[in-house]
């Protein structure tokens, strides 16, 4: 199976700041990367699709890009709704793996 | 809009199946892949497999092969994830999730599933 990983694992930051996490493939993936940001009690949000593609409805200071084995989500400007756990998938490979997430949470 | 509504939150005792629905509107049903994700209490997300709804065509995560079974019923636009056999690691909220093939892009409100004795 290919094996994600995310760093930070969590991260504490401001409002306005700008954050950035990182996802690595255990082999290349091509773009077949999403990110999705999930919220305590609630289901999976898809913020991108295709390493780069944002998903209908996804306000644009979510950005993705990478290729191959590192990918990465950037948040341009962080704001009190984007305090959440955030992940990565791969679908190039079946199993489709997920890494184990990066906590966004308040400095 | 797509909308997916999952059943409701189910208790299982070891050994039984449960069987979760995922029903689908604000889009054609049969023209995107449903996947199934769980997720365990305060873990990270699983990829459990696919159903094509058009063939009924499936693809299963190799570690549920053998006892997870992904239906659908193209009448009333509704996916069904059964799993069999049911252990207490299998307590999670499972979700369903539209793609527009393999990508996730919209997903059910989850359905919890608790096994326990």
């Known amino acids: 199976d290919i094996q994600m990983t995310q760093s930070p694992s969590s991260l504490s930051a401001s409002v306005g700041d700008r954050v950035t996490i990182t996802c690595r493939a255990s082999?290349?993936?091509?773009?077949?990367l999403a990110w999705f940001q999930q919220k305590p009690g609630k289901a999976p949000k898809t913020l991108i699709y295709?390493?780069?593609v944002l998903q209908s409805g996804v306000p644009s200071k979510f950005s993705g890009s990478g290729s191959g084995t590192d990918f990465s989500l950037t948040i341009s400007s962080l704001q009190p709704e984007d305090f959440a756990t955030y992940y990565c998938?791969?679908?190039?490979?079946?199993?489709?793996?997920f890494g184990p997430g990066t906590k966004v949470d308040l400095k | 809009q797509v909308q997916l509504v999952q059943s409701g939150a189910e208790v299982r005792e070891p050994g039984a199946s449960v069987k979760v629905s995922c029903k689908a509107s604000?889009?054609?049903?049969?023209?995107?892949?449903m996947h199934w994700v769980r997720q365990a209490p305060g873990q990270g997300l699983e990829w459990m497999g696919w159903?094509?709804?058009?063939?009924?065509?499936?693809n299963y995560a190799q570690k549920f092969q053998g006892w997870v079974t992904m239906t659908r019923d193209t009448s009333i636009s509704t996916a069904y994830m059964e799993l069999s056999r049911l252990r207490s690691d299998d307590t999670a909220v499972y979700y369903c999730?539209?793609?527009?093939?393999?990508?996730?892009?919209?997903w059910g409100q989850g359905t919890l599933v608790t096994v326990s004795s």
């Open positions: 999730a539209r793609g527009h093939k393999l990508e996730l892009l919209y």
């Open positions: 604000g889009y054609t049903f049969t023209g995107h892949y």
């Open positions: 159903i094509n709804p058009d063939s009924g065509g499936t």
């Open positions: 082999q290349g993936i091509s773009n077949y």
């Open positions: 295709a390493a780069s």
């Open positions: 998938q791969q679908y190039n490979t079946y199993p489709f793996t």
